[in-house]
């Protein structure tokens, strides 16, 4: 069963996370945030992890909360339904291309938290969304699921599409990651033995 559940409340934000590594990339992501849920939708849809989160924020100052404990959630449930990583492919990459970006990523399930990001969104905002916001919610999600995450812009001209080529990016290297390793079964996919 390599689902999880995740609450996270504070004095800023509620939020709640249900994934299922398994599944078939439904979603329902309601932040509160439209561009956000939009990019949410995409990295359920491009990894085939099915997941539900619910998000209610301070908005009224800003989204910065919101997105950033967003990712701290999915990474923490990430890492809940992952549990030992047993016979999964770890590794996972992505060179995708949407329109005028094109941006690649990697990634490793390794345990060890890193982000690298080289990535120049050209605009501060998509609608009313803050692009620096991308970059809170790649590091959130580095840090609290474990993840080396390396995320570079080869190319782009457009904000909404060098975006939304991270998330499907990152969503499909994901799905390269979580995915069994038929030649290993239940082995852990490291030579220290644990992950």
């Given at each position: ?5 995740i609450?996270r ?12 590594l ?9 932040t ?23 998000a ?20 923490q ?11 999964i ?15 690649r990523?990697?990634?490793d ?34 840090t ?14 457009n ?21 069994a ?15």
């Amino acid at each position: 069963m390599r689902r999880a559940s995740i609450s996270r409340q504070t004095a800023e934000t509620e939020i709640s996370v249900e994934l299922n590594l398994d599944g078939t990339g439904a979603y329902d992501n309601r932040t509160g945030v439209g561009f956000f849920d939009h990019m949410l939708d995409q990295l359920a849809r491009h990894s085939l992890i099915d997941m539900t989160i619910g998000a209610k924020g301070d908005y009224h100052i800003d989204d910065h909360h919101t997105v950033e404990d967003t990712g701290i959630a999915l990474g923490q449930a990430l890492s809940a339904a992952l549990g030992d990583k047993r016979g999964i492919r770890r590794y996972g990459e992505c060179h995708l291309p949407m329109d005028d970006a094109q941006v690649r990523c990697a990634l490793d399930l390794s345990g060890r938290p890193f982000l690298v990001w080289n990535v120049d969104l050209p605009t501060a905002k998509i609608g009313t969304f803050d692009t620096e916001l991308v970059r809170e919610f790649f590091q959130a999600l580095s840090t609290h699921g474990g993840i080396t995450l390396h995320v570079d812009q080869l190319h782009g001209l457009n904000s909404h599409h060098i975006a939304e080529a991270a998330f499907k990016a990152l969503a499909r290297a994901l799905r390269q990651a979580v995915e069994a390793d038929p030649r290993k079964g239940d082995a852990i996919p490291s030579t220290k033995g644990t992950l």
